[in-house]
DNA sequence: GTCTATAGCAGGATAGAC
DNA sequence: GTCTATCCTGCTATAGAC
């Protein structure tokens, strides 16, 4: 919860308390003196590093969140690069490695997504830099990857919709970590859980794809 | 977005607005002046009826959100009895048409939904409320629908994960409009948008539980 | 670049008239 | 049950010392 990293700057100590509580209690909810309060520094900080806090919020997207979006992305690329795709299932299974046992910790998912899922409940300029910077771009690409093994007469908007139905799994079983938990009564603090919802997500993507297209198994 | 009805007394206006505004901003983000301006009444009215804001939140899931969550099960439960399910496809054909194009407007599904994720992005006692209450109750009687489709050897907490793939996609479709919206060009407020949202969820959710079951297809 | 001090306002909650 | 008036806390933002 708290973030003690007391070797960085002023600025960069902000960006990574603000991340935090941003994700966890949303922007309104949190108050500038709670964030200085766990970056340990002062009030006077914010306003002259960032102007005011909608910049705050604004700078944690584009310096943290972007970023470590394209981390996940480019261990998704490097995962297709040492192991071309035969198949779907291969496609299917890098992306959603990528996404759940990928390069994050639990926790850095956790407030990856969090704060993803909180844009889309209620965009704001946030949104339009998601979609826009990473969102989109991706989703081009894969539909790419995809086409091959996809059905010709499938057009991109069809095969979006498969991609938000993965991605919602990916989002969920990261932002409602508590639900999950109580339904389910697994603990994400070991890793063999971790790799339960993993496979099940892989498992269930992969058939939800073979609505559209034949399966091998 | 304003809630205008003024038959009702001023106990029902607050509940109402208060809903609306939770919904869509999040419990911390909404003032008590914005709730009474939108149910056209006093500032001392919160705390006459509701003693503080936080037990009008409260009774928001209480009194407006759990019912709503009954009215679309029963919708479910109707349907069931009305066309006795052979396979797993008329289970599931049956449970997204609940939620997805079931008794809720698209508004009306949309707060809900927010609601719902928001509590279980940072749980609070409303969430205990929520799974005690409609989510596990609801899952267990699911469970028993499903169960004589499924292999012998599958146990609930199996099965669990699946629901709450599919629960995931309902949700995601339901509160992230916005991204939906801008990555597939597709109109909400079109009902055939809306069906096609819904036979997607079908087919894919279908499929996905096609991964432990054979699927007619 | 970091601090203290403070302006100025919005928030939740209450007292007491009607 | 509904209103007005008010208390007081906590908020964002800024000024100005160091």
């Given at each position: 919860m708290t973030d003690d990293l007391l070797t960085e700057n002023t600025r960069e100590r902000l960006l990574d308390a603000a991340e935090i509580l941003f994700a966890n209690k949303g922007y309104r909810a949190v108050s500038i003196r709670e964030i200085i309060r766990a970056a340990h520094c002062n009030l006077a900080a914010v306003n002259y590093h960032f102007g005011q806090k909608r910049n705050l919020y604004l700078e944690v997207f584009r310096s943290r969140w972007i970023p470590r979006a394209r981390r996940v992305q480019d261990a998704f690329r490097k995962s297709l690069e040492n192991n071309p795709p035969h198949s779907l299932d291969d496609i299917v299974r890098a992306l959603t490695d990528a996404f759940i046992?990928?390069?994050?910790?639990e926790d850095e998912r956790q407030r990856h997504h969090q704060l993803m899922a909180r844009e889309q409940a209620r965009p704001s300029e946030a949104l339009e830099l998601i979609v826009n910077e990473v969102m989109r771009p991706f989703f081009v690409e894969v539909a790419g990857l995809l086409h091959p093994f996809?059905?010709?007469?499938?057009g991109d908007d069809a095969l979006y919709l498969y991609l938000l139905s993965m991605f919602s799994q990916i989002l969920y079983f990261s932002f409602a970590r508590a639900a999950v938990t109580i339904m389910t009564?697994?603990?994400?603090?070991t890793s063999s859980f971790k790799a339960h919802i993993s496979d099940h997500i892989v498992t269930f993507c992969l058939h939800g794809f073979g609505a559209v297209v034949e399966v091998s198994k």
């Open positions: 046992q990928g390069p994050l910790s996809m059905p010709d007469d499938m009564g697994g603990d994400y603090n």
